[in-house]
């Protein structure tokens, strides 16, 4: 059964999308199946993996609210193990179409129901919004992810976060966990970055990820193209950064090759 993840934070350009997008690279190039979910109106997840908006037929918005068919609807990458469901702009109308259904909140749950067997992770890029699109994501996710720009404004909002992380905890679905808060944007040259990095530390101790995302011109070129950065330039140190972060991931959720609980070796004492 698939673990899903949201990648989520109501602040804008903090790296939501990019790292949606090559964390689920990473995963599959890591030989994981992966669906990649594109939750956000802007589509950029979908653009970010080579797919012309005008020319995919349906997208999330049909599966919310016309019940397509999920499996009508999921896209094949250019990435092996990858697949995609797409969005478009028309899902900024699903949250007013959605208003009076009884279910509202749990409707991507109940699509994703049928196919999360099938993979082992669910990646979901949500809208920079605390809207009904975002709280059915994390309604149907196991854990959340939230990335966090290493500037001044980083802590900024995230208090609202965590407050609607608990309501969803509270009343939608009590087994959400926060995977990890991960920093982004990182520039070691600035003060400032490393300033806001162990204020983030001070207060969130056990929940950052020991990997930062650097400043990176490949990871600001590789969605121009249609690219994940890891199939632009595999060498890049934003593919490093992400890869390292998908085995973080994995380490988390102890899918290593070697389980936490195999590396304990029990000594028998001799009587």
Known sequence: MAKIISIANQKGGVGKTTTAINLACSLAVLDYKTLLIDCDPQANATTGNGFDLRNVQFSVYDCLVNDTNIRQVI??????????????????????????????????????????????????????????????????????????????????????????????????????????ILMTMYDGRLRLSNQVVEEVKNHFEDSIFQTIIHRNTRLGEAPSLGKPVLLYDADS???????????????????????????????EENE
Request: with cysteine; charged share 25%.
């Open 75 to 180: 896209l094949e990458t250019e990435t092996p193990n990858l697949h995609l469901l797409p969005s478009d702009l028309d899902l900024v109308g699903a949250e007013i179409e959605l208003i009076n259904h009884p279910y509202r909140e749990r409707k991507l749950a109940q699509i994703l129901e049928e196919i999360k067997n099938e993979y082992q992770f669910i990646i979901i890029d949500c809208s920079p919004s605390l809207g009904l699109i975002t709280v059915n994501a994390l309604t149907a996710s196991d854990s959340v992810i939230i990335p966090v720009q290493c500037e001044y404004f980083a802590l900024e909002g995230l208090g609202k976060l965590l407050n609607t992380i608990k309501i969803v905890q509270n009343k939608l679905n009590n087994n959400l966990e926060i995977e990890g």
């Open 237 to 267: 140190t934003g593919a490093m950064n992400y890869l390292n972060l998908a085995k973080e991931v994995l380490q988390r959720n102890d899918l290593t090759k070697i389980k936490n609980i195999d590396k304990i070796i029990e000594i």
